[in-house]
């Protein structure tokens, strides 16, 4: 396997003006032919011209001809990979014609063109395009694509491509055609075409500008009434785009399908959003508050790709971020506007450190921007995406919203209907501030998680406040030393009665910064810091004050500071920064936990203090929080972030003392718990909204705690809960409750769940997924029963997510000591790999950290590795992940 380079990146010799496709589809095979205009980038410059080297892969080429000629065998040079035109006319213009023929039907890759549930349906991001026809197959060639669909008017009766319909009619033999043509220059990624039985939901939205646009959401009949949230989503995501950064819809037509096997979550497709059902279907008898959340952000996120990413789109595939960090940014945005700004701060934050952190710290760091990649689907990760996102929040915090927003509409002024860099980017929002960025660019190349360390001191006579920040950027593969970066770092000073000192006007080395604005001081300030070591003192500070730093966790970085646990105490009570204060009761829960967890490596008996449990109480208890807010408070930082913070990860350690401590606060405040459950249940119709969802939230929490005690009464009020629910939350809610514990009501609970469900595959995930997550001794056994459960297919992704990948998540089965786990991942990749490499290279990165454990551990999981590795045929996506986990 060959790894590519960005500092190998070249401009195309040829660039492709206008691509018609037609696809004969059918049983057999399916017929892709294309005409291809082509133009040299230069032109006339020489008598030899370069080459044409086009992608394909699994293609069987049935003729090629140029300006109408057949090419002869001699005439180009064919591999499994390529199609190389060796002399191609030096002519200004040409016209290439290629006729390939593909097998969807036997394509279990589910890129490129494929069947699922009997319909056609394409995905092409990164790079499977080139499994449709030869191409120059990467996103800096944008082409007008027109796409002629033939198919049995029966088994096809829908047929869907990019952009607008121009034509369609009968065909003989039973069949039909659509021609649609996309008015927009596109790369070929975001091509589609979809064939098959569909209905649709239909809704029209009016843009500011007056456009009536028309949408569709495309399913089967029976699911059509589940797509009611996902319109409504499209619709609150047109709106805000218009109002937050004045961008427009730019067709008359916005169809989104509903697809069953899918590898990604979702696929932005000009005009032709493709979807995993399980990002649309909905509706309150079966999918819980999470689902409609994350409906609602992924909707939004393919729409804004409409912008940020399709009519500015990347020059190569290094530069992902530069449309995924900025769209998932935006989709962050849209859900804070629609629910709780800060309940979706604490929840990115909790998702960055519990997978993106670990992999920052593991054999696959990479920077937002990669410098290498095998397979370049191993990059769409939650570096790109999710460290991505916080790249661009920093632009936001540095800037302000006006200014960011000045900058946005620079890029897009400069950069519509281009495939550009994150340095365009960056300039835009430079240039549009004229702003001083020092070392932000860093973020891009540099990877690892920054740790920034404070120490405060208190100058009671000079009533100065200083605040000394270090910070290191630790080694990752390939990166030895580091740059400072620009980080950050959003402070207020609390006074002794919790409120916010004002602030006017800070020194750093030395030079005095004003930080308030028309003469108003500021209640927090950014400092920015842009060395290895920076000092920032206050001034007119009257009094030792507590500092709260990182508000909004305004840079991406372990923040360790000198405060005590009384000041941290003290935050958790007063700071006025909502992200904060459920930051403090993190910060004491995760140093709680460590302790521990030492304690129970040392086998000394486990306890929590008083002070612990009060904290948790008031927050618990105090209605003048935000429900939901609550819920996230009282909920323990994760496993994975625990494992994060530990030299050695011990996973039976840190889950035992999770355990405990929920097991323990539910003993000592099982009154307030069961008032809460008792105060939050509600028999109101499902509404998705923030006062709904809190309670439901808040309820449900509360009764996993509950449950945790294994206590009789308990049980029968969970079963209670389960029998008389209303709505897939408050049901799914009381089920995870009772399956925490081994034994007859599990057994029989599930049983029921099953007997309820069993029409509804989407439904039945969740309880595939709950079963293989589930911590309860020798799960692996139960796992393995469920791989030849009915419900189950090797085939489907979500299904694969939900089985294997809910049993990578349990901290007890899939690292015990005995590597039964291990193994069993080992033989499912295997399997895996043979039908659908991207799922299979997905899940063989949960062996890739394998070094943070212990001896016993690392040997069971290197040894699956280099199983894998040895095995005769195995992807690249496989052996990128694999192979890198070993270095
Ligand atoms: N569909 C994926 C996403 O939107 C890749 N573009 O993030
Ligand atoms: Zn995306």
């Known amino acids: 396997p060959k790894e590519i380079f960005l500092k190998d990146y070249k401009k195309p010799d040829y660039f492709f003006d206008t691509v018609d496709l037609t696809f004969s589809l059918g049983e057999e095979h399916t017929i892709v032919s294309s005409s291809i205009t082509v133009y040299p980038r230069i032109e006339g410059n020489s008598s030899a011209p370069p080459s044409l080297v086009l992608d394909g892969v699994d293609l069987k080429l049935v003729s090629i001809k140029v300006d109408g000629k057949q090419l002869q065998k001699e005439d180009y040079h064919l591999d499994t990979r390529h199609l190389t035109i060796s002399s191609p006319p030096s002519t200004a213009r040409f016209t290439l014609e290629i006729v390939t023929e593909i097998q969807p039907q036997k394509n ?48 096809y009766p829908v047929l869907l491509s990019n952009g607008n319909l121009v034509e369609e009619g009968n065909l003989e033999g039973g069949k039909h055609y659509a021609v649609w043509e996309d008015p927009h220059k596109k790369p070929c990624y975001l091509f589609a075409l979809v064939a098959g039985q569909l209905q649709s939901r239909d809704d029209s939205f009016v843009t500011r500008s007056g456009r009536n646009v028309s949408l569709k959401i495309w399913t089967t009949a029976q699911d059509l009434p589940k797509t009611a949230h996902a ?80 009519r500015v789109t990347c020059r190569d595939w290094f530069q992902l971020t530069l449309k995924e960090g900025l769209t998932v940014f935006r989709d962050q945005e849209f859900s804070s506007d629609m629910g709780s700004r800060s309940v979706k701060r604490i929840e990115d934050v909790s998702f960055l450190r519990n997978n993106q952190f670990p992999e920052d710290a593991g054999p696959m760091a990479h920077p937002v921007r990669p410098h290498s990649y095998i397979k370049m689907d191993n990059f769409y990760t939650s570096t790109v995406y999710r460290k991505g996102a916080q790249v661009v929040r920093m632009y936001k915090t540095l800037l302000g919203s006006q200014g960011f927003r000045r900058g946005m509409d620079l890029y897009f002024k400069r950069h519509d209907g281009q495939a550009v860099t994150c340095e365009d980017f960056y300039a835009a929002m430079r240039d549009a501030n004229d702003a001083d960025f020092a070392n932000l660019l860093h973020w891009y190349s540099q990877a690892g998680t920054p740790t920034v360390k404070v120490t405060s001191f208190y100058n009671s006579e000079a009533k100065t406040y200083s605040l000394k920040f270090s910070q290191q950027v630790p080694p990752t593969p390939g990166q030895a ?26 020194y750093r080395d030395g030079m005095l910064q004003v930080v308030s604005t028309d003469g108003q001081p500021a209640y927090t300030t950014v400092l920015k810091i842009t060395k290895k070591e920076e000092e920032f003192v206050f001034v007119e500070i009257s009094e030792r004050p507590v500092p709260s730093l990182l508000r909004g966790y305004s840079a991406p970085v372990r923040l360790m500071s000198d405060l005590t646990d009384a000041d941290i105490f003290f935050l958790l009570a007063h700071d006025s920064d909502e ?84 097991k323990h606060l539910a003993s000592e405040l099982k009154a307030e718990f069961l008032k809460t459950v008792e105060n939050n249940r509600s028999s109101d119709p499902y509404v998705f909204d923030h006062s709904k969802k809190s309670r439901r939230t808040l309820k449900n929490i509360a009764l ?47 049983a029921d769940f099953y007997g309820k469900w069993e029409h509804d595959y989407l439904v039945i995930n969740k309880w595939l997924g709950l079963q293989a997550s589930a911590n309860i001794p020798e799960n692996v056994e139960n796992v393995r029963k469920l791989l030849k459960h009915r419900a189950f297919d090797l085939r489907n992704p979500n299904k694969v997510r939900s089985l294997i990948g809910g049993f990578c998540a349990s901290p007890v ?21 043979k039908l659908n490499p991207q799922g299979a290279s997905r899940m063989v990165s949960a062996l890739s950290r394998w070094r943070r454990y212990d001896e016993t551990r690392q040997a069971h999981a290197k040894a699956q590795l280099e199983m894998i590795l040895s095995t005769n045929g195995l992807s690249e996506n496989v052996f990128e992940i694999a192979s890198k986990s070993l270095a």
């Open 813 to 833: 089965n899939f690292h015990a000591k005995d590597g039964s786990g291990y193994k069993f991942l080992g033989e499912i990749v295997l399997q895996l790999d």
């Open 108 to 155: 279990t890759s589910l890129e490129g063109l494929y069947k699922s549930s009997g319909n056609f349906v394409t995905h092409c991001e990164a790079e499977g395009f080139r499994k449709i026809t030869y191409y120059q197959d990467r996103p800096d060639i944008m082409a007008k694509y027109t796409c002629r669909v033939e198919g049995d008017n029966a088994l």
């Open 704 to 750: 996993s705690y509950l449950a945790s005690l294994e206590d009789a009464q308990i049980t029968e009020l969970a079963l209670s809960e389960y029998k008389t629910a209303t709505n897939m939350t408050d049901q799914f809610g009381a089920l995870t409750a009772l399956v925490q514990n081994p034994g007859k009501t599990r057994d029989d609970v599930l």
């Open 231 to 310: 319109m409504n989503s499209l619709k609150a995501s047109m709106k805000w785009d218009e109002d937050v950064f004045g961008l427009e819809y730019d067709l008359d037509l916005f169809n989104i399908v509903v697809v069953a096997d899918f590898n990604m979550g979702a696929m932005e497709n000009k005009s032709l959003n493709i979807f995993n059902s399980v990002l649309v279907l909905a509706s309150p008898e079966t999918a819980s508050d999470a689902e409609y959340a994350r409906i609602q952000g992924v909707i939004a996120h393919e729409y804004f790709h409409n912008w940020t990413g399709n």
């Open 481 to 506: 030393v580091k740059e400072p970066m620009l980080i950050p770092v959003a402070v207020g000073l609390l006074d002794s009665n919790g409120k916010d000192m004002p602030l006017t006007s800070v």
């Open 579 to 662: 992200f904060n204060r459920w930051e403090a009761g993190q910060v004491l829960s995760a140093k709680l936990m460590l302790s521990l967890v030492g304690d129970f490596q040392q086998n000394k008996p486990l306890s929590l203090t008083a002070d612990f449990v009060h904290g948790f109480k008031s927050i618990l208890t105090d209605y003048t929080l935000d429900k939901e807010f609550i819920a996230k408070a009282i909920d323990l930082p994760g496993v994975g972030e625990i494992m994060d913070m530990m030299d050695i990860a011990d996973p039976d350690a840190v889950h035992v003392v999770r355990s405990f401590i929920r």
